[in-house]
């Protein structure tokens, strides 16, 4: 059985890629910053039949928090196959180029950058011992410097002076480590979820978690002649899936 981890899975897109990937016969460390959301959420799935899973408390912004969930997910397996760092926080708006401070830029690059960069580096040996490896990086179309430059994009006048470049680099991060790992059996997608009505804009999104959650565990479960190193956005272009950087 492969097993994954998954940040930020305690509810909306998180918790609903959690629930597609168990239906699809993964093990799931199901991770939670708040321990008791994440046991909360565990017992939902199970009450639903779906019972490889457990929760991990982990706060991506804190070392300590990431490194504590490596010693306890490394005392349950040996391997990740699949990493997903859905983990993300908007910063709240509206963000403005000239007014936003920089203790908002400081949190919202912590959890959005930094924290995926740590999540990563810790469970890249856990990652690397599987026979089929997967990371996704859950990003936004709203990184694509393409499209915030496009009067046609239908976010165009959806500007954030934060969200918007966290994004960004967590695309250029994710180019990176998909080089690096271009030897390596370890496949790197960032994927988009679509405007997804979920707690993350007051469910104002248009989408579904499930529609949402369907497009993350695809590339979790790309097989081995898929992509890597692509930034997919089928909320974008429903037809190649592809979004421009
Ligand atoms: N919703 C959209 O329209 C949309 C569009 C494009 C991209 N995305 C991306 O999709 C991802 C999930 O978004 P969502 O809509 O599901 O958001 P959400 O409803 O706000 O849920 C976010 C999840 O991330 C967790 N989280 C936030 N900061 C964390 C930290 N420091 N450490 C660990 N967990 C943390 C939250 O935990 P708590 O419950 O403890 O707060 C929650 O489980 C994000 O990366 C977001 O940028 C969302």
């Given at each position: 059985?492969?097993?994954?981890?998954?940040?930020?899975?305690?509810?909306?897109?998180?918790?609903?890629?959690?629930?597609?990937?168990?239906?699809?016969?993964?093990?799931?460390?199901?991770?939670?910053?708040?321990?008791?959301?994440?046991?909360?959420?565990?017992?939902?799935?199970?009450?639903?039949?779906?019972?490889?899973?457990?929760?991990?408390?982990?706060?991506?912004?804190?070392?300590?928090?990431?490194?504590?969930?490596?010693?306890?997910?490394?005392?349950?397996?040996?391997?990740?196959?699949?990493?997903?760092n859905?983990?993300g926080i908007?910063g709240?708006?509206?963000?403005?180029?000239?007014?936003?401070?920089?203790?908002?830029f400081l949190?919202v690059f912590e959890t959005n950058v930094i924290g995926q960069v740590?999540?990563t580096?810790?469970?890249?040996?856990?990652?690397?011992?599987?026979?089929?490896?997967?990371?996704?990086m859950v990003s936004s179309?709203q990184g694509s410097l393409?499209?915030a430059?496009?009067?046609?994009?239908?976010?165009?006048?959806?500007?954030g002076a934060v969200y918007q470049p966290s994004k960004s680099a967590l695309n250029m991060y994710s180019l990176v480590l998909?080089?690096?790992?271009?030897?390596?059996?370890?496949?790197?997608?960032v994927?988009?979820?679509?405007?997804?009505?979920?707690?993350?804009?007051?469910?104002?999104?248009?989408?579904?978690?499930?529609?949402?959650?369907?497009?993350?565990?695809?590339?979790?479960?790309?097989?081995?002649?898929?992509?890597?190193?692509?930034f997919?956005?089928?909320?974008?272009?429903?037809?190649?899936?592809?979004?421009?950087w």
């Amino acid at each position: 059985m492969k097993t994954v981890f998954i940040t930020g899975a305690n509810k909306s897109i998180g918790f609903e890629t959690a629930r597609q990937l168990l239906k699809e016969g993964y093990s799931i460390f199901l991770g939670s910053r708040d321990l008791k959301n994440g046991q909360e959420a565990v017992e939902k799935l199970k009450s639903e039949g779906l019972d490889n899973v457990e929760a991990i408390q982990i706060d991506i912004s804190k070392d300590e928090s990431v490194k504590s969930a490596r010693i306890e997910i490394g005392k349950k397996t040996d391997v990740i196959d699949v990493l997903i760092n859905n983990a993300g926080i908007t910063g709240g708006f509206p963000q403005s180029a000239l007014e936003a401070t920089s203790q908002q830029f400081l949190d919202v690059f912590e959890t959005n950058v930094i924290g995926q960069v740590r999540v990563t580096q810790s469970f890249i040996d856990l990652v690397k011992k599987s026979n089929e490896p997967r990371i996704v990086m859950v990003s936004s179309s709203q990184g694509s410097l393409t499209l915030a430059d496009d009067p046609n994009n239908i976010y165009y006048h959806h500007k954030g002076a934060v969200y918007q470049p966290s994004k960004s680099a967590l695309n250029m991060y994710s180019l990176v480590l998909a080089y690096e790992l271009r030897e390596t059996p370890v496949k790197v997608n960032v994927v988009d979820p679509g405007f997804t009505k979920t707690d993350f804009n007051g469910h104002r999104g248009t989408g579904t978690v499930e529609a949402a959650a369907a497009r993350i565990a695809k590339y979790a479960m790309i097989a081995n002649d898929g992509p890597t190193g692509k930034f997919i956005s089928e909320e974008y272009n429903p037809e190649t899936g592809e979004c421009p950087w």
